[in-house]
């Protein structure tokens, strides 16, 4: 999976804090009975709030990996318009659409 360098710079600066982080992610994970497809779809939803453009195509990335459909990634950025505000969605949409792309790029036509 594709991980930005500034991420793996922090990683090789820090790498106690970033395994803490990384255990404290997977206990809020098992801490509920969502399914994994859910839990990325919700954090997709919650990167697009943050108006975070790695975020949500890292999450993006994520939510495909578990299973979402592009059509239920595309429907996750939809409902964001009326809670972060048109300029914020269509922002999401273009940032969705690059990794969607080139997810169907990779695959077998």
């Known amino acids: 999976m594709y991980l930005p360098k500034t991420y793996k710079n922090f990683s090789d600066k820090f790498p106690e804090i970033l395994n803490d982080y990384k255990q404290l992610g997977k206990a ?3 801490g ?3 399914e ?3 839990q990325d779809l919700i954090k997709l939803g919650i990167a697009i709030g943050t108006n975070s453009r790695g975020a949500v195509m890292s999450h993006t990335r994520k939510a495909l990996a578990s299973g979402a459909t592009p059509e239920e990634i595309t429907h996750v950025v939809l409902l964001s318009l009326t809670t972060t505000g048109f300029p ?3 922002a999401s949409m273009g940032w969705t659409n690059e990794v969607l792309e080139n997810v169907s ?3 077998p036509r």
Request: hydrophobic share 40%.
């Open 36 to 38: 994994q497809k859910f």
């Open 32 to 34: 509920g009975p969502l």
């Open 88 to 90: 914020s969605m269509i």
């Open 105 to 107: 790029q990779l695959l």
């Open 28 to 30: 809020c994970r098992e």
